[in-house]
């Protein structure tokens, strides 16, 4: 059957591909290998092939994180980065902590504005928080 015969070809031709020499899908073996280059992957431009000196290679993702996403791998990779980058990572340390700050501050913020905002349609709100503040000293 010709269609079944396309088929097993398809299988035969994707466990090839999946065992190519040099193909590289774990990024700790990537570890200190050098780029030879990276080729845009076609027909998927958020995509590139990334071929390295020794003739291996691996398939990546457009480099377009999310700002979460590089402020974490500061954080991961500070250990290998700082060294190289210490006047930047103190200033942002000091940025972080501003964020942190003000995060805080805004919180703070919109609790207050919510308990201004209750105490007329709930009465209790009042005298619950006396109790609380009670509680903590």
């Given at each position: 059957?010709?269609?079944?015969?396309?088929?097993k070809?398809?299988?035969?031709?994707?466990?090839?591909?999946?065992?190519?020499?040099?193909?590289?899908?774990?990024?700790?073996?990537?570890?200190?290998?050098?780029?030879?280059?990276v080729?845009?992957?076609?027909?998927?431009?958020?995509?590139?092939?990334?071929v390295?000196?020794?003739?291996?290679?691996?398939?990546?993702p457009?480099?377009?994180p999310?700002?979460?996403?590089?402020?974490?791998?500061?954080?991961?990779?500070?250990q290998?980065?700082?060294p190289?980058?210490?006047?930047?990572?103190?200033?942002?340390?000091?940025?972080a902590?501003?964020?942190?700050?003000?995060?805080?501050s805004a919180?703070?913020?919109?609790?207050?504005?919510?308990?201004?905002?209750n105490?007329?349609?709930?009465p209790?709100?009042?005298?619950r928080?006396?109790?609380?503040v009670?509680?903590?000293k």
């Open positions: 059957m010709p269609t079944e015969d396309k088929w070809a398809n299988m035969e031709k994707v466990a090839f591909i999946k065992q190519f020499p040099g193909l590289t899908l774990d990024w700790k073996a990537c570890e200190r290998k050098t780029i030879q280059s080729v845009p992957l076609t027909g998927k431009p958020s995509a590139s092939v990334v390295f000196t020794d003739g291996s290679f691996t398939v990546a457009l480099l377009a999310e700002p979460w996403e590089l402020g974490q791998a500061l954080l991961d990779a500070r290998h980065l700082e190289r980058h210490r006047e930047a990572y103190a200033d942002y340390d000091k940025l902590k501003r964020d942190r700050e003000a995060l805080r919180r703070l913020e919109k609790i207050i504005g919510a308990i201004q905002n105490l007329e349609q709930i209790e709100l009042k005298d928080l006396k109790e609380l009670k509680e903590w």
